[in-house]
């Protein structure tokens, strides 16, 4: 059964009102179904990739694709040379669940250690950033 158009704006304006909420309960069913959730996830991860073994091969060969993933490995090098210094989130200062963020991939030494919550953020100012410039964000 597909919603309507006014149970949709029903939809969105409860979720407006009550994101707070609504992410709480995810991440409280989140912790309380950990070992569940990472089951089910690699259970469908494996199911997807048989599925589409030949786009996953192809993927994996893509010039860009195998620029990105040099470009990782060298940052992640660098990283395990580095580490002994005391590393943090360049926002928020944390030390765990660090990250590499990588705004534009021609300009590999051009990297910033995020922790994986402000790297997440830092992904989503960007997709608005293009959405604003491509016309094409929704408010």
Not at 11 to 29: A, H, L, S, W
Not at 31 to 54: G, P, V, W
Not at 74 to 101: A, P, Q
């Amino acid at each position: 059964m597909k919603a309507t158009e006014k149970q949709k704006k029903g939809f969105k304006k409860y979720y407006k009102e009550n994101k707070e909420k609504i992410n709480e309960q995810g991440r409280e069913y989140y912790q309380k179904n950990k070992e569940k959730l990472k089951r089910y996830s690699r259970k469908y991860n494996r199911i997807y990739r048989q599925k589409h073994k030949d786009k996953e091969r192809a993927y994996q060969k893509t010039p860009d694709r195998r620029k990105k993933q040099a470009i990782r490995d060298f940052t992640r090098e660098l990283y395990r040379k580095e580490k002994k210094k005391k590393v943090k989130c360049l926002l928020c200062g944390n030390k765990k669940d660090l990250e590499f963020h990588h705004s534009d991939y021609d300009k590999p030494k051009k990297v910033i250690i995020l922790c994986k919550k402000c790297h997440i953020q830092e992904h989503h100012k960007q997709t608005e950033m293009k959405e604003v410039e491509n016309g094409t964000r929704k408010d």
